[in-house]
C-alpha cells in the first residue's frame, strides 16, 4: 500500500494548552488542521517505528471521524499496531491503563473534557506518553515548533476501519485491533477496592445515584456499578454516550449537575451522588445533605484510603496543584508523608508518580488519582468513597464532619470569570504582578501578607521548571488568595480566583462558604480591579 504525502502550510495556532489542544469542532474542521497536528505530533516522536499506538475518545462529535484519520495516519507514519477501544470509545483513565497495562508507547485521546461537545461545541486532540500520562512540556512545545513550520503529512488511501465489532483489522500492514474499552479497567478497578464489602452494602438497602451526564462513563459505571457491585438498574443516569452529551456541559459542578445537586439536597436524595464529565477524569462527590469540594475530597481520600485494598500499606506522598485547598497539606502533616505543590495540570503529577514520591494527587478542578494509572480518575475516586463509606459504615456528612473536627476546615471556592476580552484579561495578571513586593512589604487592608508571588515549580524528579503559574497571596491567618488564567478556554480568556480560609477543628464548620469568605472576596475584587477591568458584576461560575 503506498504512502500519501499530502503538501500542507501551518496554522499558527496549534499550540496544546493545559491538556491537549482545544478548539471549536468548526476549527478542527479547516480542511488539514487534524491532519497538521497529528502530524506535527508524529514528527515530533522518535522511536515510533513499529510501536504500538493507542487511539480513544469520549465519544463527542467529530470524535468517529478523526479517529479514522489518526489510524491512516498512524500506519503512514511506521506505527506496528494501533489499539482502539469500540465504537471509539476510552475513557481517558481507561486508556491511560491500556497504555500501561500493554506496553503501549503512547496513546491519541480526543476530547474536551468537560466542555460541550456537538457541531458546535469542543473539540480536543491530546498526547499520552508510555507512562500512560499526558506528554510533558517537552514534547508539547516540540509539537508546536514542529506545526509552525509543517510542509506535509502522510496518509494511506484505506476504507474506513469498522469500529463497531472487537476483532483485528489490517490497515495498510499495521494491524488495528479493537478492544473492549471496559474490561481491563475494571479489573484494575477490582484489584484497588474492596468489591465484596461494597457490593454487600448494597445488598444491604444502600443507595446511590450516578449521573453519567450522557458521557463515556456511562458504560463503566453500568458495567462496574450496577454490574460486578450489584446496585439496582437504574442507579446509573444518563448512561449513553451521546455526541452532543445530550445538549449538555458535561461538567460535573454544581452548575451544570444541579439536577444531581437538587435531588442529594431533597428528602428523597439517594445515601450518596456522583457524577464524572464528558471524558471520565473529573468527579463530583454529594451526600446527603453534603457536597464534598474537591479539596476536601482529596484530603479526605488521602486521609481513609488505607481502608481500600490497593491503598492499606500506606502512602507514599500527597501531591495537589497550587490552587488547590491546603486541606489535603493537614493530612500529608499528620501522616508524616511529603505533600507536593504542583502547577495546574495532571502532566506534572506524571514525574511524582512514576517515582514512587506520591501515591494520591488531586486538583479543585474536580480531579483526583492515584498511582494506578497516570490520569485523573473519576470512576476510581467514586469506587474509593464506597470502599471508605463500607468500611467506616458512616454517612458522607459525618465523615466529613469527622474530618473537619481533626483537621480543620479550609473554606474554599473558585470564582471564574469565562470569555472575558483576552487583552484585558492579560493586564490584570500583568499589572497585580507589579503589585505584589508592595503587598509583602506593606499587607492588604491591615492584613500581614507572608506570601505574594508568581507561583513557578521546580520539577524535583527531572529538575525542570515550569513559571508564571499563577499568583498567590497568602495571609498570616493561613488564608490565601490565587488569581490565574485557564489554560484550558477556547473563547477569549477565563480568569480564575480561588480563595480559601482555614478555620481550626474547634472552630466553626456550618458556615455558608460565600459568606465565610466574603470578606476574602472582597478583597480580591478590589486588589485585582476585577469589575472595573472585566466589566463584569459577577463571576459567570462560582464553584
Ligand atoms: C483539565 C486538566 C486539569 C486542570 C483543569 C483546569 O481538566 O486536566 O489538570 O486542573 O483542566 O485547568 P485550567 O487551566 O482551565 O484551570
Ligand atoms: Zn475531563
Redesign the pocket.
Known amino acids: 500500500m503506498s504512502i500519501r504525502t499530502v503538501a500542507t502550510t501551518p496554522f499558527s495556532d496549534q499550540k496544546p ?3 491537549g489542544l482545544r478548539k471549536r469542532v468548526t476549527h478542527f474542521q479547516q480542511p488539514n488542521y487534524v491532519e497538521n497536528f497529528i502530524q506535527s505530533l508524529f514528527d515530533s516522536l522518535p522511536g515510533r517505528q513499529g510501536q504500538t499506538l493507542v487511539i480513544g475518545g469520549d465519544g463527542r462529535y467529530f470524535n468517529d471521524s478523526v479517529i479514522q484519520i489518526a489510524i491512516r495516519m498512524a500506519a503512514a507514519n511506521g506505527f506496528g499496531k494501533v489499539m482502539v477501544g469500540q465504537g471509539g470509545i476510552l475513557s481517558t483513565p481507561a486508556a491511560s491503563h491500556i497504555i500501561r497495562h500493554y506496553g503501549a508507547f503512547g496513546g491519541i485521546v480526543l476530547s474536551a ?2 466542555n460541550p461537545g456537538g457541531p458546535d461545541g469542543d473539540f480536543g486532540i491530546k498526547y499520552n506518553a508510555s507512562n500512560g500520562g ?1 506528554a510533558a512540556e517537552k514534547i508539547t512545545d516540540a509539537v508546536f515548533a514542529r506545526s509552525m513550520e509543517i510542509t506535509q503529512y502522510k496518509s494511506v488511501d484505506t476504507p474506513d476501519v469498522d469500529l463497531g465489532q472487537i476483532g483485528v483489522h489490517d490497515v495498510a500492514g499495521m494491524s488495528v485491533e479493537v478492544i473492549d474499552p471496559v474490561a481491563d479497567y475494571a479489573a484494575l478497578m477490582e484489584t484497588l477496592f474492596d468489591f465484596d464489602a461494597i457490593a454487600a452494602m448494597f445488598a444491604q438497602g444502600f443507595t446511590m445515584r450516578f449521573d453519567a451526564m450522557h458521557a463515556v462513563t456511562g458504560p463503566y459505571a453500568r458495567a462496574i456499578i450496577e454490574g460486578r457491585l450489584g446496585a439496582p438498574e437504574g442507579t446509573v443516569v444518563n448512561g449513553n454516550p451521546l455526541p452532543d452529551f445530550g445538549g449538555g456541559h458535561p461538567d460535573p459542578n454544581l452548575v451544570h449537575a444541579k439536577d444531581l445537586y437538587d435531588l442529594m439536597m431533597s428528602p428523597d436524595a439517594p445515601d450518596f451522588g456522583a457524577a464524572s464529565d464528558g471524558d471520565g ?2 468527579n463530583l462527590i454529594i451526600g446527603k445533605n453534603r457536597f464534598v469540594t474537591p479539596s476536601d475530597s482529596l484530603a479526605l481520600l488521602a486521609a481513609n484510603a488505607h481502608l481500600a485494598p490497593g491503598y492499606a500499606k500506606g502512602l507514599a506522598g500527597i501531591a495537589r ?1 497550587m490552587p488547590t485547598s491546603a486541606a489535603a497539606d493537614r493530612v500529608a502533616q499528620r501522616l508524616g508523608i511529603a505533600l507536593y505543590e504542583t502547577p ?3 502532566k506534572f503529577f506524571g514525574n511524582l508518580l512514576d517515582s514512587g514520591q506520591v501515591t494520591i494527587c488531586g ?1 479543585e ?1 474536580a ?1 483526583t488519582g492515584s498511582d494506578h494509572v497516570r490520569e ?1 480518575d473519576g470512576l476510581w475516586a467514586v469506587l474509593l468513597w464506597l470502599n471508605i463509606l463500607a468500611a467506616r459504615k458512616q454517612s458522607v456528612d459525618e465523615i466529613v464532619r469527622e474530618h473537619w473536627t481533626t483537621y480543620g476546615r479550609n473554606y474554599y471556592s473558585r470564582h471564574d470569570y469565562e470569555e472575558v476580552d483576552a487583552d484585558d484579561a492579560r493586564a490584570l495578571i500583568t499589572d497585580l504582578r507589579t503589585k505584589l513586593p508592595g503587598l509583602l512589604a506593606n499587607g492588604l487592608d491591615g492584613r500581614k501578607v507572608i506570601l505574594a508571588d508568581d507561583f513557578s515549580y521546580n520539577d524535583p524528579v527531572d529538575g525542570s521548571t515550569a513559571t508564571g503559574q499563577g499568583l498567590r497571596i497568602g495571609f498570616d491567618d493561613g488564608s490565601r488568595m490565587v488569581f ?1 488564567l ?4 477556547t473563547v477569549g480568556a ?1 480568569l ?1 480566583v480561588y480563595i480559601e480560609r482555614f478555620e481550626p477543628g474547634d472552630g466553626m464548620h456550618d458556615r455558608d462558604t460565600q459568606e465565610a469568605l466574603a470578606d476574602l472576596i472582597a478583597l480580591a475584587d478590589a486588589v485585582a480591579e476585577i469589575k472595573a477591568r472585566t466589566g463584569r458584576d459577577a463571576p459567570t461560575v462560582i464553584t
Open positions: 494548552g493545559t491538556s473534557s468537560h499526558p477524569d473529573r496543584s495546574t495540570g495532571w486538583e478542578s480531579g485523573k490565574r485557564s489554560g484550558t478556554g477565563t480564575r
